[in-house]
T-cell receptor, first 112, second 117 residues
Framework: KQEVTQIPAALSVPEGENLVLNCSFT??????LQWFRQDPGKGLTSLLL?????REQTSGRLNASLDKSSGRSTLYIAASQPGDSATYLC???????????FGKGTHLIIQP | GAVVSQHPSRVICKSGTSVKIECRSL??????MFWYRQFPKQSLMLMAT?????????EQGVEKDKFLINHASLTLSTLTVTSAHPEDSSFYIC?????????????FGPGTRLTVT
């Protein structure tokens, strides 16, 4: 059974700091890894998708990396802003036809 | 970009009644859709995989007779919660996979919050 673990479960930092969210997964035969953002009571916003053949993806202030050998992915947020406050979810799939296995998320608070 | 809609966004029903949730891919044809649910302060859990024209595949522990899935067309999948009980209250989210994309990315709907009283 695939498992995805996210550390830390919660994080509170002052505005402007750079931060790293961690995700580990047990399935080495990973197909895709996605990072999502979820605001309270809302659906998911896809942030970045990394295919198994890729090592990282970047979008604006966000950078996600993938290390299949160690079973880890990180989401780097540069120059954090209060609007970045949300729960960040990491999810992986073992195949294109498979559903996603989600971690429990990191609840991020950026203090103004 | 690919857009997935869900209807309704919120529904309140009485215990023992059935509720149908629709998931539509608006600008692409989805041969495969997925249904997830999220309990308060928990992460999303895959319930079932919905394949157009065939029976859905349910995850272990999900009752197929309680959660009926119909993927009758390439743009519509429905989830019917039958004989709903308060413990079925949850946030239900669907996703659709665009087969034209090379990454097999899943696009998520906005979710449906079900409250069973």
């Amino acid at each position: 059974k695939q498992e995805v673990t996210q550390i830390p479960a919660a994080l509170s930092v002052p505005e402007g700091e750079n931060l790293v969210l961690n995700c580990s997964f047990t399935d080495s035969a990973i197909y895709n890894l996605q990072w999502f953002r979820q605001d309270p009571g809302k659906g998911l916003t896809s942030l970045l998708l990394i295919q198994s053949s890729q090592r990282e993806q970047t979008s604006g202030r966000l950078n996600a990396s993938l290390d299949k050998s160690s079973g880890r992915s990180t989401l780097y947020i540069a120059a954090s802003q209060p609007g970045d406050s949300a729960t960040y979810l990491c999810a992986q799939t073992g195949g294109g036809a498979d559903g996603l296995t989600f971690g429990k998320g990191t609840h991020l608070i950026i203090q103004p | 970009g690919a857009v997935v809609s869900q209807h309704p966004s919120r529904v309140i029903c009485k215990s023992g009644t059935s509720v149908k949730i629709e998931c539509r891919s608006l600008d692409f044809q989805a041969t495969t859709m997925f249904w997830y649910r999220q309990f308060p302060k928990q992460s999303l859990m895959l319930m079932a995989t919905s394949n157009e024209g065939s029976k859905a595949t349910y995850e272990q522990g999900v009752e197929k007779d309680k959660f009926l899935i119909n993927h009758a067309s390439l743009t519509l999948s429905t989830l019917t919660v039958t004989s709903a009980h308060p413990e079925d209250s949850s946030f239900y989210i669907c996703s659709a996979r665009d087969p034209q994309g090379s990454s097999y990315e899943q696009y998520f709907g906005p979710g449906t919050r079900l409250t069973v009283t």
